[in-house]
């Protein structure tokens, strides 16, 4: 089963994914967690870049394709085998962040993206995803905060952040069936709690 997890920097991805991958080999599910940009040594190196805060002067083609590259061998490496071998996977980010990101934050071509990104992922899609849904201004607290690690893509205007958040609604509203929303500004376990939920649930009827 292939899960991902989307949201906006500061929704407690990395903490609630790796909650629930404890859970589950607890519970004998062979779980492996992963992110992007990343994953592979590859898709590391391709991460440095595009987190680099000096690289403001990168182009937003250059941007997406950085993304696209990075998890084509995402895919080839690691999702497609681990699956295979009846894996599951916890992924922090998919396509859906390109999409939200690139396409309605920057204001890039929507189909275009989604032909480079079913280029990139040979039409893979995940069984699940979860929105860690937050709205804007909690989101930049947290950043404020200090809670997050900050990257070059936490260098844009509040506006970008409305327009991506926005984003990630209308996709998870075009694919209800695939899409999750959860309340992501209430306490850790009580987020926990219903990721659980909705995985053992899913997992009984895959
Ligand atoms: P994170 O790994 O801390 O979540 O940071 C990844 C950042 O990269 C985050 O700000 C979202 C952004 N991003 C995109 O803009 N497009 C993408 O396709 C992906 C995977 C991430």
Redesign the pocket.
């Given at each position: 089963m292939f899960i991902t997890f989307e949201g906006p920097?500061g929704s407690g991805?990395s903490t609630q994914i790796g909650l629930l991958s404890e859970y589950l080999r607890e519970s004998g599910c062979d779980a492996l967690v992963t992110?992007?940009?990343g994953g592979t040594t590859i898709g590391e190196r391709i991460r440095t870049i595009?987190?680099d805060v000096k690289n403001t002067g990168m182009s937003s083609e250059a941007e997406i394709l950085l993304?696209s590259a990075s998890r084509a061998q995402l895919v080839a490496e690691l999702i497609r085998p681990n699956l295979a071998a009846g894996k599951t996977i916890l992924c922090?980010?998919f396509?859906d962040?390109?999409i939200a990101?690139?396409g309605y934050g920057r204001g890039l071509d929507l189909a275009m993206l989604q032909r480079i990104t079913a280029f990139a992922v040979k039409h893979l899609k995940p069984d699940l995803t979860f929105l860690l849904d937050l709205d804007v201004e909690a989101g930049l607290l947290r950043r404020e905060r200090g809670d997050v690690?900050i990257?070059r893509?936490?260098l844009q205007a509040r506006s970008f952040y409305e327009r991506v958040r926005q984003g990630y609604h209308e996709l998870a509203a075009t694919e209800p069936e695939r899409w999750v929303i959860v309340n992501a500004n209430r306490p850790i376990e009580v987020v926990q709690a219903d990721l659980r939920a909705t995985v053992i649930e899913r997992m009984r009827i895959f």
């Open positions: 920097d991805k992110r992007e940009p595009l987190h993304y922090d980010r396509y962040s390109t990101y690139q690690e990257n893509m936490d």
